[in-house]
T-cell receptor
Framework: DQQVKQNSPSLSVQEGRISILNCDYT??????FLWYKKYPAEGPTFLIS?????DKNEDGRFTVFLNKSAKHLSLHIVPSQPGDSAVYFC?????????????FGKGTLLTVNP | GAGVSQSPSNKVTEKGKDVELRCDPI?????LYWYRQSLGQGLEFLIY????????KSGLPSDRFSAERTGGSVSTLTIQRTQQEDSAVYLC??????????????FGPGTRLLVL
C-alpha cells in the first residue's frame, strides 16, 4: 500500500519552460513533505521542503505547493535547465512519533532538453 | 567537507551468502539511517540510529537483516543468507539530529547489491 505516490514515472520539458512534478499522499497524518533530487550513481540530495501549516514554499527556481484537502503537492521548477535532469523523489513524514521516518514515492525522471 | 560514504559501491554475491555493507556518516551527525531501493520502487526505510538510544529497527524486512553502529559513527548493515529479492541499492543517510523539520538527511551514494 503506497502512501506516497508519484504517478508520472517520467517527464520531458524544454529548457526555459516550467517543470511540474506531482505527488499524492494517502496518509492524512503526514505533516511534513520534502523533495529530493537524485543523479545516477549518487545518493538523493535534499531540494526543498514544506510544512503542512504552509501551502507554498519557494527557494530560487524551485517552489513547492501543498494542497492538504486534496492530499497533493507539486514541485515547480522555473525556468528549467538541462542540469535539472534527474530523478525527483517526493517524501513525507509526520511529527507524531517517528518523525525521522521518511516515506518516499517511486520518483519521477525529469529530462530537460536543451 | 566529506559527505556520507558507503562501501563497497557494488557487491555481487551468491544466494545464501552473508554480506556486510558499511556506512561512514558525516562527522558530527548523530543520526544515521539505512534505506533500501529496489528496482522501480521508492526508498524504503530500514533502520534508524540516534546517539546512544536504542535503534528503531521497525523497517528491517526480516531477521536476516541486522545493523550496528559502533562508537556512534560507522554503521554496518549485515544481510545473512542473502536471497535474490535482497537485490537492491542500499542507501545510508545521516543528519545532525533525528527528525525532519529542516534537519535534512544527507545520503551516501549507495551500495548496489546483486544476489545471483
Amino acid at each position: 500500500d503506497q502512501q506516497v505516490k508519484q504517478n508520472s514515472p517520467s517527464l520531458s520539458v524544454q529548457e526555459g519552460r516550467i517543470s511540474i512534478l506531482n505527488c499524492d499522499y494517502t496518509n492524512s497524518m503526514f505533516d511534513y513533505f520534502l523533495w529530493y533530487k537524485k543523479y545516477p550513481a549518487e545518493g538523493p540530495t535534499f531540494l526543498i521542503s514544506i510544512s503542512s501549516i504552509k501551502d507554498k514554499n519557494e527557494d530560487g527556481r524551485f517552489t513547492v505547493f501543498l494542497n492538504k484537502s486534496a492530499k497533493h503537492l507539486s514541485l515547480h521548477i522555473v525556468p528549467s535547465q538541462p542540469g535539472d535532469s534527474a530523478v525527483y523523489f517526493c517524501a513525507a513524514s509526520y511529527s507524531g512519533g517517528s518523525n525521522y521516518k521518511l516515506t518516499f514515492g517511486k520518483g519521477t525522471l525529469l529530462t530537460v532538453n536543451p | 567537507g566529506a559527505g556520507v560514504s558507503q562501501s563497497p559501491s557494488n557487491k555481487v554475491t551468491e544466494k545464501g551468502k552473508d554480506v556486510e555493507l558499511r556506512c561512514d556518516p558525516i562527522s558530527g551527525h548523530t543520526a544515521l539511517y539505512w534505506y533500501r531501493q529496489s528496482l522501480g520502487q521508492g526508498l524504503e526505510f530500514l533502520i534508524y540510529f540516534q546517539g546512544n538510544s536504542a535503534p528503531d529497527k521497525s523497517g528491517l524486512p526480516s531477521d536476516r537483516f541486522s545493523a550496528e553502529r559502533t562508537g556512534g559513527s560507522v554503521s554496518t548493515l549485515t544481510i545473512q543468507r542473502t536471497q535474490q529479492e535482497d537485490s537492491a541499492v542500499y542507501l545510508c543517510a545521516s543528519s545532525l539530529a533525528g527528525g525532519t523539520g529542516g534537519k535534512t538527511q544527507y545520503f551516501g551514494p549507495g551500495t548496489r547489491l546483486l544476489v545471483l
